[in-house]
């Protein structure tokens, strides 16, 4: 599998516009607990990557619009944290507070998910099915694989980045989830592939927003 390396005029984007973000949050900070709307410039940061108002059209990135709140808010703690190691997401998180993180969650999750209409074979998606049964998926991201608050929704993600995902865990590169890790560590790289493509091809249906993040 090709792993994403971000290139030179992304990393450039991203550095130029840490300053917004610093500033942004700076003039910004004071009342962020009692609202949600956040600075076009500071917002506009997230969109280099996950795309504009999170609908990430990009299949290294994952979609943030209509993404569970309170998985985002725990997601962005953890990059702050150094659970997921990410250098532009540690950087980025590294000096929000509790507040700046609800509001991002929230504000992403109000934003309608894209349904991208990706398709796999016939094949991916057999194969994919009986990682998914093997691997009891529906357990806690539900039949429709629409996840629920603490659980991340995966119907209609990009299949490349949830097969980085996946691989991540099975290679603990990414080391907030110990369950997920023991998981992937008995499947195989090829039906990683085939549940990802799976999982990415399911068609997008409708959510309620989450509950407030106490």
Known sequence: MKLFNPTENTMINIKTRLFLLMFGLCICNQGWGQQTRLGQDVVAICFTCHGEKGASKVSQYPILAGQHEYYMYVQLKDFKAGLRASPEMNQLTANLSKEEMKAFAKYFTQQEWPALGMKAS?????????????????????????????????????????????????????????????????????????????????????????????
């Open 122 to 214: 016939a094949d991916i998606i057999q194969q994919g099915k009986t990682a998914a049964v093997a691997g009891q998926c529906v357990q806690c991201h539900r039949g429709g694989y629409e996840g629920d608050s603490r659980i991340p929704r995966l119907a209609g993600l990009h299949s490349e980045y949830l097969e980085k995902t996946m691989l991540d865990f099975k290679y603990k590169r990414r080391n907030n989830a110990a369950a997920k890790s023991s998981l992937f560590a008995s499947f195989s790289d090829e039906d990683i592939t085939a549940l990802a493509g799976y999982i990415g091809s399911l068609s997008v249906q409708k959510k309620s927003h989450s509950s407030e993040i106490q």
